[in-house]
């Protein structure tokens, strides 16, 4: 491995550690404790993952976060199997409810992010609820562009910062 | 009187960043009237001071109007003194001055008199002239009030001189809500750290704010009264709270819920603390604003292809009507107290420009571009616009005339400030 490869690597490293907290940081373990819960090689659940209704070995999923395109509130097959496994561990968890937050990128105007946002949220929402989740399980709130995960410019920081995450109440 | 102005398109052309190309600035064919004004101190002396500044701050509410430009009294030919007592019309038309304006102070009995005089040497004639009582009021607000008579006379619409703008200030996490004149004396924070503040609205009778904000994560509308700071929820409903605005009559807010799902314009009714869905569209509708005579509101709405476009709607008849139809990014629409424009904001090629365009769509005009360029909001005569735009790293609030002409920063530099809303 030569020096270069080796920074690519570190640089890498890093990168994944910052990924793995930003996931981290909204996640509040169901038994209140701050025990971490992102592993490395944990960090996107596929469509397999899902376990249904009857899997009582349904774990948390370890990503809390959907991103969307500019402008758009549809949710991708990445998205989706987010929302798969979640929605797989709400339904062994029937006591738990959540909060769906809806963010967006700086670009256009704050008021429409504002709404755009909350349509974000109510998109993952009936994502959920289409399998089963009961919508009173399931809040809403958009923060539209008043709080970036990014505040640079560039496309690779605003894609950061049009998504939804999935809060534990 | 409203002349082509090639100065005017050149210095906008130069002014404008390299980025923003494909914007058609608008210009009117207004050119200012270059003024010949002065304030002449009272004979005995005794109001001096507040002539002078008086003389100043009606400079300043002139010339930022941007349809004045002051005459240096020192090229006056003839003393303003004697403008006052026998003017001499071909003294002020070899200077050009188009307008001449003289205001002196008479201390009398019943208290200080500002009598002004307003003369069109080209005309040979003698345009207004009143006595203006010193009522108590503070000097400032004299003053702007003399320069609402010039304005009026001269250009034939009341001034917005006297008003008001109040705009939300961010630091961190935190917003404040700031009061200023439209000039930007008197400023101070009426209402402090709030989390997150956006979209705040002045009631018809300017005693009132409604505003959006966040307690506990949640959204909420709020009423601010100005006069103790008193704040009243009257929007608190599951999902988004949001943008609202007075109708003309005061009776009703016009604002953005999500009870039902997806964002919908509704309207509350004060009195009775009730509210009424107006529009019905699975789409993001957001931003509503009223048509002066109370029977529109205009709003940004994605239900046509998703993308944001305006489009208004009739209270009474239900009617709805596209109203934006140039580009595919179009939102904050703010409908001109006189009802003759809308101002937005439009996109093309990733530049926002603020614009105004009549209610049915037609005749767009761009007046400016610029990142983050946002928040149209019209002075109460529908002559000059206040917007927010980021240009060195910092939102900041700017006014142009409506009609065109050059925008001018009304918030100090290296701040984070936005939302700013005139007062009606």
């Known amino acids: 491995m030569n020096h270069r490869q080796q920074i690519t690597l570190a640089i890498m490293l890093a990168a994944s550690m910052v990924f793995a907290g930003c996931a981290k940081k909204n996640v509040v373990n169901a038994d209140g404790s701050n025990k971490p819960i992102v592993h490395a090689g944990q960090q996107m659940p596929s469509t397999n993952g899902v376990a249904g209704a009857n899997n009582m070995d349904a774990v948390r999923p370890s990503t809390n976060v959907i991103y969307f395109a500019f402008n758009s509130s549809a949710i991708d097959a990445a998205g989706r199997a987010v929302l798969d496994a979640h929605a797989a561990w709400l339904r062994n968890h029937p006591t738990m409810a959540i909060t769906i937050e809806g963010n967006c990128d700086q670009r256009g105007s704050r008021e429409y992010n504002l709404a755009l946002g909350q349509e974000r949220a109510n998109a993952v929402r009936g994502h959920l609820t289409a399998q089963g989740i009961a919508s009173s399980r399931v809040d809403t709130v958009s923060f539209g562009e008043e709080r970036p995960a990014c505040t640079g410019t560039g496309e690779a920081c605003w894609a950061q910062n049009r998504h939804a995450d999935i809060v534990t109440r | 009187m ?292 109370g029977q529109w509101i205009a709003f940004t709405s994605s239900r046509a292809g998703g993308n944001p476009q305006i489009f208004r709607k009739n209270i009474k008849t239900g009617a709805v009507l596209r109203v934006s139809t140039v580009g595919n990014y179009n939102t904050s629409p703010s409908w001109s107290p006189m009802g003759n424009r809308i101002a937005l904001i439009t996109r093309k090629d990733w530049s926002y420009a603020l614009a105004t365009i009549k209610p049915d769509g037609s005749d767009i005009h761009y007046l400016v571009t610029g990142k983050r360029v946002e928040s149209p909001s019209w002075s109460k005569n529908g002559q000059m616009l206040i917007y927010s735009a980021d240009i060195n790293g910092t939102r900041r609030l700017y006014r142009i005339p409506a009609w065109g002409g050059h925008s001018q920063p009304i918030t100090p530099a290296n701040q984070d400030d936005s939302d700013g809303v005139w007062s009606r």
């Open chain 2, 2 to 293: 409203r002349k082509i102005s090639i100065i005017f398109v050149t210095w906008i052309l130069l002014a404008l960043p390299a980025q923003a190309a494909d914007f058609n600035i608008y210009q009117s064919n207004f050119t200012p009237l270059q003024i010949a004004w002065q304030t002449i101190p009272a004979q005995d002396g005794a109001a001096t001071n507040p002539a002078r500044l008086i003389d100043q701050v009606v400079r300043n509410d002139l010339l930022s109007s941007q349809s004045f430009k002051a005459l240096d009294p020192i090229s006056f030919l003839a003393t303003a003194q004697s403008a006052l007592s026998k003017i001499d019309y071909a003294d002020w038309r070899i200077i050009g001055a188009d307008i001449v304006a003289v205001c002196q102070p008479q201390v009398r009995p019943d208290g200080t008199h500002w009598l002004l005089h307003i003369y069109d040497p080209f005309r040979n004639k003698q345009l207004a002239s009143t006595d203006i009582a010193n009522d108590g009021k503070a000097p400032r607000l004299l003053a702007h009030r003399i320069a609402n008579f010039i304005y009026r006379t001269v250009i034939g619409v009341p001034g917005h001189f006297d008003s008001h703008i109040l705009y939300v200030h961010k630091h961190g996490d935190f917003s404040d809500l700031v009061y200023m004149d439209q000039d930007g004396a008197n400023r101070q924070v009426i209402g402090r750290n709030f989390t997150l503040l956006l979209s705040p609205d002045w009631s018809p009778n300017n005693q009132q704010v409604a505003l959006n904000t966040y307690v506990g994560n949640r959204p909420r509308l709020e009423l601010f009264n100005l006069a103790n700071g008193k704040r009243t929820t009257f929007g608190h409903f599951r999902g988004l709270n949001s943008t609202p605005e007075f109708s003309p009559d005061g009776r009703f807010i016009a604002a953005t819920l999500s009870i039902h799902g997806d964002p919908n314009i509704y309207i509350y009714d004060i009195r009775k603390r009730s509210w009424h869905q107006l529009t019905h569209a699975k789409a993001v509708n957001t931003t509503p604003t009223w048509s002066p005579d």
